[in-house]
């Protein structure tokens, strides 16, 4: 992703002692303590930014069509099937609001949707 240049997270690869005391100190990070130690922050900082959204939304007429949508992931695979779920685990664990469906659910779900062409052949793990 980072070294996409098609990526909003590109990074342009250059010789600079920043760039390179950045990448250390990201790649130190980048671990499941610092991710369980983070996810309470990170869900309360994205709880109370819906709640601000929802308010200007309320105080404004929701003139720029503030919409609840969620987010449904689609896997093609059984072990990105079983990595969605282990990752619904960790939002269950975490108090992120979230449901997963069964396979018959998205079934009957996705009579009323429009997939672009391949359809996924398996069940979402996580609809929120």
């Not at 869900?43 to 109370?48: N, P, V, W, Y």
């Amino acid at each position: 992703m980072m070294r996409d240049p098609q990526s909003p997270f590109y990074i342009k690869p250059r010789l600079s002692w920043e760039l390179m005391t950045w990448g250390w100190r990201f790649c130190r990070a980048a671990n499941a303590v610092h991710v369980a130690r983070s996810a309470p922050l990170l869900r309360d900082l994205h709880l109370a930014s819906l709640a601000a959204y929802e308010r200007l939304a309320a105080e404004c007429g929701n003139t720029f069509g503030l919409t609840k949508r969620g987010l449904l992931m689609l896997c093609k695979t059984p072990e990105a099937l079983e990595h969605e779920a282990q990752l619904a685990e960790q939002a269950k664990r975490w108090a992120f609001p979230r449901k997963s469906w069964t396979a018959r659910r998205r079934r009957r779900r996705s009579r009323t949707w429009r997939w672009r062409s391949p359809a996924p052949s398996s069940s979402p793990a996580t609809a929120t």
